[in-house]
């Protein structure tokens, strides 16, 4: 049975958040599963969002769960799940994304992984990239990947 969904999004993931919906209403909506949404940042992602939305990195208060919440990625997602009614939480990790996002799956003991990734050259078609790759091969569940729509060329 499918009880938990986690959506992992990134700072590369604003242009397919509606494709990364998609996903997840197709597997979690039949199911009534709830959509953890998670945003993980680097450290130096994190010291960048919190420098633009002017937050003081010495309150306690700032928690990475508090910061994802306000990242227009994850805003939209909120949106997308509010209009299907799908129960939903959030969740902000900094660290390696790959690590980051294989972590949240287990503490949050998720049936499915969502990610996303982009399309890639003929030479990088033989792998995924670090963070998919890594999150495909360890996750504690099933993987979706989602590839971006994007069909120009990539230097």
Known sequence: MLD????AVGPGDEDRSGQ???????????????VV??????????????ERLELDRSLDEIEPDTVAT???????????????????EIRGAVGDHGQSIVDLAASTDADR?????RRRSPTGKAVFGSTAQEVLLSAPCPVTFVRSDDTSPRQ
Do not use: N
């Not at 938990?4 to 959506?7: A, H, Q």
């Not at 990364?20 to 599963?33: F, G």
């Not at 992984?113 to 990734?117: H, L």
């Open 70 to 88: 306000r990242h227009s990625t994850i805003q939209e997602l909120q949106a997308i799940f509010d209009d299907h009614g799908i129960d939903y």
């Open 4 to 7: 938990t969904v986690l959506l």
């Open 37 to 50: 949404l998670a945003h993980v940042f680097t450290s130096t992602e994190y010291d960048e969002v919190l």
């Open 113 to 117: 992984v969502v990610v996303g990734g």
């Open 20 to 34: 990364l919906a998609e996903t997840v209403l197709e597997v979690a909506k039949p199911a009534d599963a709830t």
